[in-house]
């Protein structure tokens, strides 16, 4: 089969794989790319990414860390990388809810990371409930940061809550902050 | 004599080595727990001080040293991600955020965050196991005779009076509570576009309101009333039903202390006006 077919047939392998959520969390580890579509597997990556691009996604390596690696230039941690599809365009606050998700659900988060962020990197949890609880009732407040802790967009470290993977691979943080930053009412 | 003074002082000072190895490690925690800026201790600093302390008393402050050090090291973990994140914070301290958030209605930082977030893009799947599992299921369920041999089945009802005695509510009975209670609400939404939640389900006794409150979440169920929340102040209101696509759930607790305080909160409301 030339090369140019079989990368083909890969990048369609590649992409059921990635959308098909196995186990809890989405995405799939590099060594089991690797072993799903052999060493040239980077390769398929980036046939697959110009392919979805023209649908509004990309394909996104993150490390369990949080660290979101260039796929042009991969280095050792690419191996262990957990690669997801991510929507490119940005979401309307009125296209939220056919996704499952309800406004005050996404702002519980929003200001979750801000706060986090703001505390440089951690934030009691406690106090992010205390932050909200004028706009949002409690119960509401800790079953959507139980629901974010479950899903991986926040870990829990004791009392603390800090980012987890999810955020790091989602959310433009840089952007985020500059917008909380100078954004006037 | 001497030797005992001699002895007491020793131990004297041990305890006061000890005394400032708890220092650095409580100092240490309190950082690390209430986020504060941990370039606010120095580190070369407290190495130092600890240096001298196991130099003095070699073996016996070593567990204490050893634990102090574990500190240090998790203060260097915090600087090194403190260092991290302050490239990506620009200087906005945790007050400035607070205030910035709070001034933000749920819908403004709902949008601004929608600006940044690319969402992943995945379908949940069954697993094999799972579908295995099912099939298990079923056949158990395929195997499990339709009616209980050996077992004398005797068909009896129980009358109204027994229910109620034993403190049980008859289907007849429950139905027509359900209509009288559709009745008084019917007539309280004639009379106001919307009635206070707690003002119609509190009653004299936590068991009546109990009941109130399962009889109204029979009316909700069956479209006959309609529930509005105030996301801001948690002001629940029974309106007249609205269209279908308002439906939601919402689950409220309630226990026999949330009972007094809203009857407390009932009664000292009518006292003022």
């Known amino acids: 089969m030339p090369k140019r077919k079989r990368i083909e047939e890969k990048v369609k392998r590649l992409i059921a794989v990635l959308f098909l959520r196995s186990r809890g969390r989405p995405g799939v580890r590099g060594y089991e790319l690797r072993k799903l579509l052999g060493e040239e597997y980077l390769e398929v990556v980036k046939a697959a990414q110009k392919k979805l691009e023209a649908l509004g996604l990309e394909v996104r390596a993150v490390t369990d860390e949080g660290k979101l690696l260039d796929l042009e230039n991969p280095g050792s941690e690419i191996s262990e990388a957990r ?21 005050d659900e996404i702002a519980v988060l929003a200001t979750a990371i801000v706060y986090i962020l703001s505390l440089r990197g951690k934030a009691p949890r406690e106090s992010i409930v205390q932050l909200l ?7 509401r407040i800790n079953m959507a940061l139980d629901r974010f802790i479950k ?33 006037t009412q | 004599m001497g030797l005992s003074i001699r002895r007491e002082l020793k131990l004297r000072e041990w305890r006061e080595a000890v005394r400032e190895f708890e220092r650095i490690i409580s100092l240490i925690e309190d950082i690390l727990k209430k986020r504060v800026d941990p370039f606010t201790v120095d580190i070369s600093e407290l190495l130092e001080k600890m240096r001298l302390l196991l130099e003095k008393y070699g073996d016996e402050v070593l567990l204490m040293d050893m634990e102090a050090l574990s500190r240090i090291v998790d203060l260097i973990k915090e600087q090194e ?9 620009l200087g906005m301290g945790p007050l400035f955020a607070l205030a910035r958030l709070r001034q933000m209605s749920l819908e403004e930082i709902a949008e601004k965050f929608c600006e940044v977030w690319n969402p992943i893009a995945y379908r949940d799947q069954m697993m094999v196991s799972t579908v295995l599992r099912a099939l298990d299921y079923l056949d158990a369920v395929r195997r499990l005779p339709k009616t209980l041999t050996g077992v004398e089945s005797v068909d009896f009802r129980l009358s109204e ?14 139905r027509e509570k359900l209509s009288e209670f559709s009745r008084k609400v019917e007539r309280l939404l004639g009379e106001e576009s919307s009635i206070d939640y707690w003002d119609l389900v509190l009653d004299d006794t936590f068991e009546k309101s109990l009941e ?39 689950a409220l607790p309630f226990n026999y202390d949330i009972w007094v305080r809203r009857i407390a909160e009932k009664k000292k409301n009518r006292r003022e006006g």
Do not use: H
């Open chain 2, 81 to 89: 991600e403190w260092v991290q994140n302050e490239s990506l914070v």
């Open chain 1, 151 to 183: 899903i991986g967009y926040l870990e829990e470290e004791g009392d603390l809550l800090k980012l987890g993977w999810r955020t790091y691979a989602e959310v433009d943080l840089e952007k985020l902050m500059t917008i909380f930053s100078t954004s």
């Open chain 1, 83 to 103: 690669f997801v599809i991510v929507v490119k365009e940005n979401l309307k606050p009125e296209e939220l809810k056919s996704c499952g998700w309800r406004i």
């Open chain 2, 161 to 174: 009076e027994t229910l109620s005695n034993l403190g049980l509510l008859g289907e007849e009975a429950f």
């Open chain 1, 133 to 139: 609880r004028d706009k949002v009732p409690e119960w």
């Open chain 2, 212 to 250: 109130n409150m399962i009889l109204l979440s029979y009316l909700c169920s069956r479209g006959e009333v309609s529930l509005k929340v105030n996301p801001l102040t948690d002001e629940i209101k029974v309106v007249k039903p609205g269209g279908r696509g308002d439906r939601f759930s919402l």
